[in-house]
């Protein structure tokens, strides 16, 4: 029993010390500068409790004003948030919305329906600390009808 407890107290110092050694390989958590012009804020029009379901919803993986909680800067946690933002940034940044042509643009809003139709945004992971992020059905349904008014906007032009 002696050998067993010696042998775990081993283990659990050399966990610590691993730990303590992944702090020091950080991926860098970012925030580009934000042209206000770009977004999509300025770019599309919109009411302001689309705006606050954007802001509590989407922001954080989705544009270039992530708010960095305290727990992205312990690894390996900080490993899992930074390539959800980044991966998010990548499939739509809603700071460089101005990026878009009418037809991506038209695109991207009718996946933004779709995704949370679905419930596959936001992501399961992000609302399970991130409480008020969950999508109730009238905010799905206020995105959905703000996403196909745009889009008839847009088709218009």
């Known amino acids: 029993m002696k050998v067993f407890l010696r042998v775990l107290k081993w283990l659990a110092v050399a966990a610590v010390c691993v730990l303590v050694g992944l702090q020091f390989f950080r991926p860098a958590r970012t925030n580009p500068v934000v042209d206000q ?3 999509i804020h300025a770019r599309l029009q919109m009411k302001p409790q689309v705006a ?4 509590r919803s989407c922001q954080d993986c989705h544009s270039n004003t992530t708010r960095w909680p305290w727990y992205t800067n312990v690894a ?4 899992f948030v ?6 998010g940034r990548s499939h ?12 991506q643009a038209s695109k991207k809003l009718e996946e933004i329906c779709e995704e949370v139709e679905d419930g596959a945004m936001p992501l399961e992971s992000y609302t399970r600390i991130h409480w008020s992020a969950k999508l109730s059905s009238e905010d799905i349904k206020t ?6 008014a745009e ?3 847009i088709a218009s032009r």
């Open 76 to 79: 390996p946690v900080s490993w």
């Open 82 to 87: 930074i390539d959800h933002v980044n991966h």
């Open 52 to 55: 606050a379901i954007l802001d």
């Open 37 to 39: 012009a770009q977004t």
């Open 143 to 148: 995105l959905c009808e703000w996403t196909a």
């Open 92 to 103: 739509m940044n809603l700071s460089e919305w101005g990026s878009l042509d009418n037809r």
């Open 151 to 153: 889009r008839a906007r």
